[in-house]
């Protein structure tokens, strides 16, 4: 019964998204290729100075986007430090310096990792101003990134690659804004709360006092997953009821994680003039979803032990009004995405099933990845495999109409390796400085052994993937780990969209290279399971050392 309930919410979800492949993805190509700028676009384009017909060279556009986030970065930290001053602060204190710094790096990252209880720190004004404003922009980076990459692609010897101000307007005001808008009146039909109340002192049925938060949510919810950015307005993140009320509101939050990051292959074809190598690239990332999902589901189900036997699966950490199939869709689909929203506590999950996510996460999050970033991921593998394809059947290294010769190659080579050296270096340093190593152990891991090596693992994956979510078992709100996660989430962010620009601004400058018989067909099977292949590759010759110390061990213990 719980297999039929798993494949009727899979179909569920992927009927929608069928339905709106074609118009959104159409959509969103006609937004970043229309040379008319709306009315609101140019008063923006005024008060921030920019001349929107301004095309932007690689390294132009690389300084706009540091420049942006930079001060993303300073307002952020500056409102939670000035939180007592603000209207609507509820009283509370300002946070550490420590802790400002890695909620303030993590929003502007799009990775939304809170080492804290987002109910009881931060006020509304913290919350709206700071946090939900940087989870539109911070989306809005992405999908600007991975469509200057595109016309990269697109371009034939061209010096510019946009205007990343026009890009950046234009993804807020055209397609994250309107449909949150949209998307934060269904969830507040569905029961997510939307007010201004603050705390509430209510009487238990106990006759216990209790204080129930309140808050701005239903506005934040929509563009935390939208954006698939992942910051709850509650500690609890989207299995609180107040965020994910029932198992309809639960499909729709993972829709919205689904949206841009599914269509966006779409609007790839209709860049690039070829259709067909959108669809081969929504295929590897509809594959590995679908594997991801089958293989937690099954894992969660066949839960060994008494209790969850008799509960018909392992059901401890999970909501009973989703069940393991709607949790485990949530947490395919955040992990998969760069989201990091919860509906259930990773930490929980069994020890084989807990290693889902975090291969999720590994892929590099392509699954379909987070907004802009998993196409543009997904891009840069594409052009490892043509390479090694190049190698293995004496084809020549080229990817849609681009030649890939020693720079493209360096480019893509160094992008993969970025994310795997901090995930290690981070977890090794963890364990290996031993001052810090103390502090870890007695304060920040509540499961010690194995599990608690996972626990510090998944926190440095998932920073570094700019992902967010917790194993829920780690203490994280210490100097060491703000700093460091902090560092891991701007690292990992930052460093591969230079190395992705720079990848765009050379394959821009090259001439379309004419299709001949040694040219290696990139929407056909063949090329559909290669890129897969390499995709997993990747990951298991990186990881699975250190999974064989953690998860794997644990689960096969």
Do not use: H
């Given at each position: 019964m719980a297999a039929l309930h798993a494949a009727l919410l899979l179909g569920t979800v992927a009927l929608i998204l069928a339905l709106a492949y074609r118009p959104f993805g159409d959509y969103m190509a006609r937004v970043y290729t229309s040379p008319r700028h709306g009315r609101l676009e140019r008063g923006v384009y005024r008060l921030i100075g920019v001349d929107p017909r301004g095309e932007q060279t690689w390294s132009a556009y690389l300084r706009s986007v540091l420049a942006f986030s930079a001060v993303?970065?300073?307002i952020v930290y500056g409102l939670q430090r000035l939180q007592p001053l603000l209207p609507y602060s509820l009283g509370l204190e300002a946070p550490s310096p420590w802790l400002s710094f890695n909620t303030a790096a993590s929003f502007v990252a799009n990775t939304n990792w809170q080492s804290y209880s987002p109910e009881v720190t931060l006020g509304y004004t913290a919350q709206a101003a700071g946090l939900a404003v940087q989870n539109f922009v911070s989306a809005a980076v992405g999908m600007a990134v991975a469509v200057a990459l595109v016309r990269g692609f697109a371009s034939r010897r061209a010096t510019t690659l946009g205007n990343f101000w026009v890009d950046l307007t234009r993804g807020v005001l055209r397609i994250l804004l309107p449909i949150s808008i949209v998307g934060a009146l269904v969830l507040l039909a569905g029961g997510v709360v939307q007010n201004l109340n603050g705390f509430t002192t209510v009487s238990t049925l106990a006759g216990a006092a209790q204080t129930i938060p309140g808050g701005p949510t239903a506005s934040q919810e929509v563009i935390k997953l939208l954006g698939t950015n992942g910051g709850g307005f509650f500690n609890a993140n989207s299995s609180h009821p107040f965020e994910n009320p029932t198992g309809w509101t639960n499909v729709v939050e993972v829709l919205l994680m689904l949206l841009i990051p599914f269509s966006l292959p779409r609007t790839v074809g209709r860049m690039v003039g070829d259709d067909r190598q959108g669809y081969a690239i929504l295929a590897v990332m509809a594959v590995l979803y679908i594997v991801s999902f089958s293989l937690l589901t099954a894992f969660e189900l066949a839960g060994q032990g008494t209790a969850p036997e008799l509960a018909g699966g392992a059901m401890e950490g999970k909501e009973q009004r989703f069940g393991i199939p709607g949790s485990t869709l949530f947490t395919t689909t955040s992990t998969g995405t760069s989201t990091g929203a919860v509906a259930a506590m990773h930490d929980s999950y069994t020890a084989l099933g807990g290693m889902m996510p975090l291969l999720n996460m590994m892929l590099g999050e392509v699954t379909p990845g987070g907004v802009g970033s998993g196409i543009y991921a997904?891009?840069?593998?594409?052009?490892?495999?043509?390479?090694?394809?190049?190698?293995?059947?004496?084809?020549?290294?080229?990817?849609?109409?681009?030649?890939?010769?020693?720079?493209?190659?360096?480019?893509a080579a160094l992008y993969i390796l970025v994310m795997p050296a901090l995930v290690l270096a981070g977890t090794a340093l963890s364990f290996a400085l031993p001052g810090v190593r103390e502090e870890i152990q007695s304060v920040s891991i509540a499961n010690p052994g194995i599990h608690g090596m996972t626990e510090v693992l998944y926190a440095y994956t998932s920073a570094a993937n700019n992902n967010g979510s917790a194993f829920a078992g780690l203490t994280a709100d210490t100097p060491w780990l703000n700093t460091t996660l902090g560092?891991?989430?701007?690292?990992?962010?930052?460093?591969?969209?230079?190395?992705?620009?720079?990848?765009?601004?050379?394959?821009?400058?090259?001439?379309?290279?004419?299709?001949?018989?040694?040219?290696?067909p990139t929407h056909r099977p063949m090329f559909i399971g290669l890129l897969t292949v390499v995709t997993v590759l990747v990951t298991a010759l990186t990881f699975f050392p250190v999974l064989a110390l953690g998860p794997l061990a644990e689960g096969l213990m």
């Open positions: 993303g970065l300073l997904i891009l840069v593998l594409a052009v490892i495999t043509v390479f090694i394809a190049g190698l293995l059947i004496g084809r020549t290294p080229e990817y849609l109409g681009k030649k890939i010769g020693p720079r493209e190659i360096t480019l560092l891991a989430m701007l690292l990992g962010r930052f460093v591969p969209i230079m190395l992705v620009l720079a990848l765009a601004g050379s394959l821009a400058a090259q001439d379309a290279v004419p299709t001949t018989a040694g040219t290696l």
